[in-house]
């Protein structure tokens, strides 16, 4: 089994690259930013929380999310691997994700990052606004914030995977299919 982390700021395209893995390995796509507007839909508590936190562009509590990731991998039944998008995105969770892997007696393969720098990606989520059915992508301050996030708190991930010698990257500029062909090659060399 092979659990692979995509890495990579908002827009970077970690959602459409899940799905394309998703499609071709059979792992099983596992998004918290998903996860967490779904609550929001069936508006639960940690929904109602979470919504006024998703709009301003800043993180949802550690503990939140890593307890809802906790809970979906203990009730998965055997799985060819999972693709975890957009968790970790702090040290904090990813050592509860190290935690929450050594309980299950399983490990993290290596993390993907898809390298987008920042014009681009502000271009990509403004594009995505217009059709998709999320607030935090159609306004420009709560892009803004959310980049800053990134920046702030989750870029310095890479250090950590690095240390453990699993970090990889591919350049996120060019075609869908261009990035996934990079992204199918690391995840077979593993
Ligand atoms: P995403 O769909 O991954 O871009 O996530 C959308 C928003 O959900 C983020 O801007 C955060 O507010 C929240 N979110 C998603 N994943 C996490 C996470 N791992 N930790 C904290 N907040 C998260």
């Known amino acids: 089994m092979k659990h692979i982390l995509l890495f990579g700021p908002p827009g970077a395209g970690k959602g459409t690259q899940a799905q394309l893995l998703v499609d071709k390995y059979k792992f099983i796509h596992l998004s918290t ?3 967490l507007r779904d609550e929001i839909k069936r508006s639960t508590e940690i929904g ?5 936190i998703i709009d301003s562009g800043q993180l949802v509590p550690d503990e939140v999310v890593a307890e809802m990731v906790r ?3 203990k009730n998965m039944k055997d799985n060819t691997g999972i693709i975890f998008d957009g968790f970790p995105r702090t040290v904090a969770q990813a050592c509860k994700l190290d935690e929450i892997m050594n309980d299950e007696k399983q490990e993290i393969a290596m993390m993907i990052a898809i390298d987008v720098h920042d014009e ?4 990509r989520i403004l594009e995505r606004g217009k059709i998709s059915q999320r607030s935090d992508d159609r306004d420009i301050n709560t ?7 990134y920046n702030q708190q989750t870029a310095i991930l890479a250090d950590y995977y690095k240390q453990q010698k699993k970090f990889k990257s591919v350049d996120g500029i060019g075609s ?3 990035i996934f062909q990079k ?6 060399e593993a």
């Not at 892009?143 to 996030?149: F, W």
């Not at 992204?183 to 077979?188: A, R, T, Y």
């Open 33 to 35: 930013g998903d996860m």
């Open 48 to 52: 109602l929380k979470a919504k006024k």
């Open 71 to 73: 809970l979906r991998i």
């Open 120 to 123: 681009e990606i502000i271009k």
């Open 143 to 149: 892009i803004k914030n959310r980049i800053d996030t």
């Open 176 to 178: 869908i299919e261009d």
């Open 183 to 188: 992204i199918c090659k690391l995840i077979e």
